[in-house]
């Protein structure tokens, strides 16, 4: 998933997921997240018809993209009700799983 799509997920703007993803940099090892790189961020907006190129839909950079693993990880690093919620609901699953 992008992280504006979990940003709207978890009630937090985009540029505040980015910081504190940024900030928390050792929680997120590549196969958790990576950015995308100019070729798949030109093929990603590649793929919606009526953009503008010019504007980017928006984005300065490439979107972090998140891997199942990366956004368990990102509901524990935000503290919105949201994320806190999804957190707990993740760690009762493991502990059922167990």
Known sequence: ???RDLAQLYGVETKYLKRQVKRNIERFPEDFMFELNK?????????FGTS???????????????????VAMLSSV???KRAIEVNIKIIRVFTKIR
């Open 52 to 70: 503008n190129s010019s504007d980017k839909m928006g984005l300065r950079r490439p979107p972090y993209a998140f891997t199942e693993n990366g």
């Open 1 to 3: 998933m992008l992280d």
């Open 39 to 47: 070729e798949e961020f030109k093929n990603w907006r590649s793929q």
């Open 78 to 80: 935000l503290k919105s």
